[in-house]
T-cell receptor
Framework: LAKTTQPISMDSYEGQEVNITCSHN???????ITWYQQFPSQGPRFIIQ???TKVTNEVASLFIPADRKSSTLSLPRVSLSDTAVYYC?????????FGQGTELSVKP | DAGVIQSPRHEVTEMGQEVTLRCKPI?????LFWYRQTMMRGLELLIY????????DSGMPEDRFSAKMPNASFSTLKIQPSEPRDSAVYFC??????????????FGQGTRLTVV
């Protein structure tokens, strides 16, 4: 499974766009990139998944460059309720391995 | 569907006692995962099942831990005997077959275990 590296923490203010970048230099051809969100005292929740280029849903966008060695989760206009830990996962079907995640703190 | 259901939500037990955590996955899901989360070690995958069969249990910390999935709608994680260092939040998750990549996994609310 490809190892991922992401910032341990980030701070932002309400209304700003937040971009969290994840490095995965040894991603394999079959691997997908998936992001999860975890609020305190809750289990992780799926946000978005992509293979290449750009994916967008009602919650976030995922940008993946052509070499796929990194990816960026973009959260538009964050609110206080977006304060959470965000995990980047890389792999194909099978077990889900979580790294340390990025603790995002949104301030008023 | 009510989602992944775990029980109990909280468990406090004395060292040396047997602890059984329970999980009901979402109907139709064929993969089930057990995780443990602590501040020090983060989210650790303990074991995962596919079609009720354990596929990878390399994350199970010791022989004191065992997991079963007797049918598609029920799984247990047992710790015997329990120790204070087993104190953590234990999550169960399930997912359904997909055409590629990680399929979306749905997590339960977790069981907060405290061993005193």
């Amino acid at each position: 499974l490809a190892k991922t590296t992401q910032p341990i923490s980030m701070d932002s203010y309400e209304g700003q766009e937040v971009n969290i970048t994840c490095s995965h230099n040894n991603i394999a051809t079959n691997d997908y990139i998936t992001w999860y969100q975890q609020f305190p005292s809750q289990g992780p929740r799926f946000i978005i998944q992509g293979y290449k280029t750009k994916v967008t849903n009602e919650v976030a966008s995922l940008f993946i460059p052509a070499d796929r060695k990194s990816s960026t989760l973009s959260l538009p206009r964050v609110s206080l309720s977006d304060t959470a830990v965000y995990y980047c996962l890389v792999g194909a079907e099978g077990k889900l391995i979580f790294g340390q995640g990025t603790e995002l703190s949104v301030k008023p | 569907d009510a989602g992944v259901i775990q029980s109990p939500r909280h468990e406090v037990t004395e060292m040396g006692q047997e602890v059984t955590l329970r999980c009901k996955p979402i109907s139709g899901h064929n993969s089930l995962f057990w995780y443990r989360q602590t501040m020090m070690r983060g989210l650790e995958l303990l074991i995962y099942f596919n079609n009720n069969v354990p596929i990878d249990d390399s994350g199970m910390p010791e022989d004191r831990f065992s997991a079963k999935m007797p049918n598609a709608s029920f799984s247990t994680l047992k710790i015997q005997p329990s120790e204070p260092r087993d104190s953590a939040v234990y999550f169960c998750a399930s997912s359904f077959p997909g055409t590629g990549g990680f399929t979306e996994a749905f997590f339960g609310q977790g069981t907060r275990l405290t061993v005193v």
